[in-house]
């Protein structure tokens, strides 16, 4: 019943080592977004894909990339993590006739040591 | 472009009492507005939304807003707060049937209810 799903849900990486995070979904939903959430703060976008449209957001460090490779699924590769990308990533999707209401993963926590 | 305002990073309220978390917006076209609850390590889950229908919104929980173009406000209420609604609620805003624009969040508040 679960509706976008994240994996893993606990991520410990090294620093600099490269690191996955992949979110599914069964939605169908034609709109994926990925949010860094550190503690205490709001959600922060990092990019979002209407379709296979990627749209990146201006402040979005270079480190971070993204992969699209169906509409069911999207990765969050982040490719040398500093121990400032200590975060909760949260997967997020829409439908674009819904104007922005978005159902959001369960979130994966990244520790970086 | 859009944003929010949630005023009161921290609400304290007893057990029974009136929930009240505030959350002002701007917004250069009519905006749709949410409220989504987070339980620690946990994601977000939708509250309540505004998508220009009726401006008094009722959601899960018990919880419901109401949209005051007047006063660009959507504020959140319950009229008896309970233990288990001790979690941090972030308002949102998006450009509405504008399109595709990603949700944009206020700061969070963080409830706590006292027994």
């Known amino acids: 019943d679960a509706m976008v799903i994240q994996n893993p849900r606990y991520q410990v990486t090294q620093f600099g080592k490269p690191v996955t995070l992949s979110c599914s979904q069964t939605?169908?939903?034609?709109?994926m977004y990925w949010y860094q959430q550190k503690s205490s703060q709001a959600p922060k976008l990092l990019f979002h894909?209407?379709?296979?449209?990627?749209?990146n957001e201006a402040d979005t460090p270079d480190n971070f990339q993204s992969r699209r490779p169906n509409t069911s699924f999207c990765f969050l590769d982040i490719r040398s993590p500093g121990l400032g990308d200590a975060a909760m990533y949260l997967c997020?999707?829409?439908?674009?006739?819904?104007?922005?209401?978005?159902?959001f993963g369960q979130g994966t926590r990244l520790t970086v040591v | 472009a859009q944003s929010v305002t949630q005023l009161g990073s921290h609400v304290s309220v007893s057990e029974g009492a009136l929930v009240l978390l505030r959350c002002n917006y701007s917004s250069s076209v009519p905006p749709y507005l949410f409220w989504y609850v987070q339980y620690p390590n946990q994601g977000l889950q939708l509250l309540l939304k505004?998508?220009?229908?009726?401006?008094l919104v009722k959601g899960i929980n018990g919880f419901e807003a109401e949209f005051k173009k007047s006063e660009t406000s959507f504020h959140l209420t319950k009229p008896s707060a309970h233990m288990s609604d001790a979690a941090e609620y972030f308002c949102?805003?998006?450009?509405?049937?504008?399109?595709?624009?990603?949700?944009?969040f206020g700061k969070g508040t963080r409830l706590s209810v006292i027994a």
């Open positions: 505004y998508t220009s229908a009726a401006t």
């Open positions: 997020a999707t829409s439908r674009v006739s819904t104007g922005g209401w978005a159902f």
């Open positions: 949102a805003v998006s450009g509405g049937s504008a399109g595709n624009t990603p949700l944009v």
């Open positions: 894909y209407y379709d296979k449209d990627f749209n």
């Open positions: 939605l169908n939903h034609n709109v």
